[in-house]
C-alpha cells in the first residue's frame, strides 16, 4: 500500500521519520538546492567522508541523523534534466529504497525548480505518477499468512509527502499532484483488470468492471450481449465468441467535455479475454500469456476512465468487443467466413487470427460516429513482438502528420512508439478466394503490417487512423521501465492516448 500526499509549505508538516534529498552534482561538487543550511552542511560532508556520486545515483540512506528533525535521510543523485520521465525514474529508485528499508513515513524535498510554477507542477505529476506505478502490486490470490488480518495494517501502508516550497504556484502544483494520481490510478486499475486470469475476467466481468468504475465519472457505459451483438451485424465478434460458453460484451463509453457538436475522437481496444487460438489451437507451451489478450481493451477503459477524472475539454468514445476465442463444438472452423458490420465478407483461414475479425466490426462501428480521429490498441501479432521486442509499441497509418502527433504524445507520456510500415501490397496478401477478405496473409513475413492492412478495410475513407499493436509491451516481461518492476500487465499507451486525445479539444 502506498498513500502520496502533496505539502506545499516550506516547513515539514509531517512526523515523517524520513527525508528525501535531491542532491545533483555540478563542478565536482555536490549541491543541494532550497535545503536549510543545516542540511546543506549535511550534503559537503558526505562529499568530505568520500561518497561517490554515483552510489547517490542508486540512493544511499543515512540513519539516525541530527542534522535535521528527520532521524533518516534518504540522499538521491540526479542530473540536471528535469523532464517527467527522468522524474518518473528518480521515484522508482526512490519507492525502491523506501521499502527495501521499511520506511514507512517520508517526505520527499523537491528543490531547485525555478520560481515558474509549470516545472515544479510537471515534476510533483511525474513523480506521483512514478511512486504509484512502481508501488503496484497484484496478490489478489496470494493466501495471507495466517496471522494477518484481512485489511493492512496501518504501518504497512508508505506514506509520501511531497514537499513543495509554498511560493510556487500552488495551482499548477495541485494540477500536477491530481494528474499523475489520475493516470497512474487509472494504470494501475487496467492493470489489475489484466493480471487477472482468464476464468476470472471473462467479457462480462470487464464489462460489469467497467460501468462500475466509470459511477460518477462523467461517462456513460452501454453494455451490448450476445443477442444484441449478433442483431448488430457483428459477425465478427459473434462468430468468434461461437466456439465459447461464455458470452461476448460490446463496450460502448461515451464521454463529453466539448460541444455536441465537435466531433469525438474513438479508441478502440481488443478485448479477448482469452486466446486459446480456437480450432486453429496454439501451443501449450505459453498460452497462459493469453489472459493478457484483453490488454487493449483493458488500455482503452483506463483511457476513457482518465479522460473523464481529468475533465479533458474533448468528446471520446472508447469501444471494446470482448469474448472468449475457444474450440467449443461451434466454434469456426477454417474456412468458415463471416459478414462483418460494414459488409464485408472474411474467410477465417485460421482461427488465431481472431483479433482483426472482433476488431473489424468495432472499426466499422468507430466509422460511422463520424469521429475526428480513430486510435485502436490491440495485441494483435506474435509477429510484433518479433519485430519490435517488448519495449517498443509498433504503430501503423498511413497518415503522415499523425505519425508526428502520436511520436509527441508518447514522448511526453514517457512510453515508446515506432512506425511501422503499411501499404497496398500488404492488402493485396489479405485478399480472400472466395469471401473479399482472408484473415491471414497469403504470403510470409510482415504479419503485423498485413494485420494492419486487414483492420484499414473497415475503417472509413479520410477518418485519420492508427493502429497500436501491443503484442510486445502489453504486459512486462521484466523490469524494462524502472517504474514498473514487476512481471504483469502493463497499462501500456493509456498515458500516450490521453495525451493523444488533448489533440482534439
Ligand atoms: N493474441 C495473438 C497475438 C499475440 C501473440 C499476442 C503473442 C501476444 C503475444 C493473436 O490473436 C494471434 O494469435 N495472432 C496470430 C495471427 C496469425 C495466425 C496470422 C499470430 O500472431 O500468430
Ligand atoms: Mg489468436
Ligand atoms: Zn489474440
Not at 525514474?89 to 515558474?116: C, D, P, V
Not at 479477448?272 to 501449450?284: C, E, N
Request: proline share 4%.
Amino acid at each position: 500500500m502506498i498513500q502520496v500526499h502533496l505539502s506545499q509549505s516550506k516547513k515539514v508538516t509531517t512526523k515523517s521519520s524520513t527525508l528525501v534529498l535531491f542532491v545533483q552534482e555540478k563542478n565536482k561538487k555536490f549541491n543541494v538546492m532550497g535545503a536549510s543550511r543545516e542540511l546543506a552542511g549535511f550534503v559537503s560532508n558526505l562529499e568530505a567522508d568520500g561518497v561517490q556520486f554515483a552510489d547517490l545515483k542508486k540512493g544511499l540512506l543515512f540513519r539516525n541523523n541530527t542534522a535535521s528533525e528527520f532521524k533518516n535521510i534518504l540522499v538521491v543523485g540526479r542530473g540536471p534534466e528535469k523532464d517527467k520521465e527522468t522524474f518518473r525514474r528518480l521515484a522508482a529508485t526512490i519507492y525502491q529504497s523506501l521499502k527495501t528499508n521499511k520506511l514507512f513515513e517520508s517526505a520527499i524535498h523537491i528543490e531547485g525548480l525555478g520560481a515558474s510554477g509549470k516545472t515544479a507542477g510537471d515534476v510533483v505529476e511525474a513523480l506521483t505518477e512514478g511512486l504509484l506505478l512502481t508501488a503496484y502490486e497484484f496478490k489478489d490470490y496470494k493466501t495471507k499468512p495466517k496471522d494477518d488480518k484481512a485489511t493492512p495494517k496501518k504501518e504497512d501502508t508508505f506514506n509520501i509527502h511531497l514537499l513543495v516550497d509554498g511560493s510556487l504556484n500552488s495551482a499548477q502544483v495541485k494540477k500536477g499532484f491530481e494528474t499523475g494520481e489520475t493516470l497512474a490510478e487509472t494504470v494501475n486499475f487496467v492493470r489489475r483488470l489484466g493480471d487477472q486470469p482468464g476464468n476470472m475476467m471473462t467479457p462480462e466481468v470487464l464489462a460489469d468492471e467497467t460501468a462500475k468504475a466509470a459511477k460518477g465519472s462523467g461517462l456513460k457505459v452501454t453494455i451490448w450481449n450476445k443477442e444484441k451483438i449478433k442483431k448488430e451485424r457483428m459477425g465478427g465478434l459473434y462468430g468468434v465468441s461461437l466456439g465459447s460458453d461464455v458470452d461476448p460484451r460490446f463496450i460502448i463509453m461515451e464521454y463529453n467535455g466539448a460541444a455536441k457538436s465537435k466531433a469525438p475522437v474513438v479508441f478502440v481496444g481488443k478485448g479477448l479475454t482469452f486466446d486459446s487460438g480456437g480450432i486453429s489451437i496454439k501451443p501449450s507451451g505459453g498460452m497462459e500469456e493469453m489472459i493478457y489478450d484483453m490488454c487493449g481493451g483493458a488500455n482503452v477503459i483506463g483511457t476513457l476512465l482518465a479522460i473523464a477524472r481529468l475533465k479533458l475539454k474533448v468528446n471520446a468514445i472508447g469501444l471494446v468487443p470482448s469474448t472468449e476465442n475457444m474450440p467449443g463444438p461451434l466454434a469456426n472452423k477454417p474456412g468458415d467466413i463471416l459478414t462483418a458490420r460494414n459488409g464485408k465478407t472474411v474467410e477465417v483461414y485460421n482461427t488465431d487470427a481472431e483479433g482483426r475479425l472482433i476488431l473489424m466490426d468495432a472499426l466499422s462501428y468507430a466509422s460511422e460516429l463520424k469521429p475526428a480521429a480513430i486510435f485502436d490498441a490491440a495485441t494483435l501479432t506474435g509477429a510484433m513482438v518479433v519485430a519490435l521486442g517488448n519495449s517498443y509499441t509498433g504503430f501503423f497509418t498511413r497518415n503522415q502528420k499523425l505519425v508526428k502527433t502520436i511520436q509527441t504524445a508518447a514522448d511526453a507520456a514517457g512510453e515508446w512508439v515506432w512506425p511501422m510500415p503499411i501499404n497496398d501490397h500488404h492488402l493485396e496478401d489479405m485478399k480472400g478466394l472466395h469471401a473479399d477478405l482472408c484473415n491471414i496473409s497469403s504470403s510470409k513475413g510482415a504479419g503485423s503490417s498485413t494485420a494492419a492492412a486487414f483492420l484499414e478495410q473497415f475503417v472509413e475513407k479520410d477518418i485519420p487512423w492508427a493502429h497500436f499493436d501491443i503484442a510486445g509491451t502489453a504486459w512486462h516481461v521484466g523490469n524494462r521501465v524502472p517504474y514498473c518492476p514487476r512481471k504483469g500487465a502493463s497499462g501500456v499507451m493509456v498515458r500516450t492516448f490521453v495525451e493523444l486525445a488533448k489533440n482534439y479539444a
